[in-house]
């Protein structure tokens, strides 16, 4: 069974680090990823789920293993 993406990380990371939306939309810009802070918000409820080849840019922006998205039940 393939394990689904945890779309709670994204918003728990990015408290953490006490980051605004836009703050993670420039942070992705910076490294090629062109995303729009409607689009992080829907990753973030849980509306969409961003495609697997964005993940390790996700995880490299926020200093973690792509694991952290698919994290054990």
Do not use: C
Not at 24 to 45: A, H, I, P, R, Y
Not at 46 to 62: M, N, R
């Amino acid at each position: 069974m393939a394990k689904e993406f945890d779309h709670t990380q994204l918003k728990k990371l990015r408290e953490f680090l006490k980051w605004t939306l836009r703050d993670l939309m420039v942070k992705l810009s910076t490294m090629g990823f062109d995303v729009t802070e409607q689009t992080l918000l829907n990753w973030e409820n849980g509306d969409t789920t961003p495609d697997a080849d964005k993940l390790p840019i996700l995880a490299v922006v926020f200093g973690v293993g792509i694991e952290r998205f698919y994290p054990e039940k």
